[in-house]
């Protein structure tokens, strides 16, 4: 039996392929807005970035957002998204852990 793929992403500032669970989506949408998306479902194309300030600080200065979505991104877009990706952070742990608790009756 083949054990079954996980789908892999890269994060585009430190370049560790991970599990897409693991990383942040950040999504620029057909209106060329940059956006965090925990669904990971926005229409869009997409970077993603390990759930951690210091990728999100890599990435800021690297400018690897430029790159993986093709378009200039000025540094008030960066800080912007900075301001999210610290606000989501702890809701984006907390629903890895709501995943890998599956004893909790709660
Ligand atoms: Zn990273």
Do not use: W
Not at 20 to 37: G, N, S, Y
Not at 42 to 65: E, I, M, T, V, W
Not at 78 to 88: G, N, P, R, S
């Amino acid at each position: 039996m083949k054990p079954r793929k996980i789908p892999l992403r890269k994060c585009v500032a430190c370049n560790q392929s991970m599990p897409k669970k693991e990383l942040i989506r950040v999504v620029k949408t057909p209106d060329d807005v940059l956006l965090i998306d925990l669904t990971g479902k926005k229409a869009g194309r997409g970077a993603y970035l390990c759930g951690k300030q210091s990728c999100f600080k890599l990435a800021k200065k690297s400018r690897a957002f430029d790159r993986a979505l093709k378009t200039p991104v000025s540094p008030d877009i960066y800080d912007a998204l900075e301001q999210d990706f610290i606000k989501v952070e702890d809701e984006f742990i907390a629903g890895k852990e709501a995943v890998d608790d599956e004893h909790d009756d709660e």
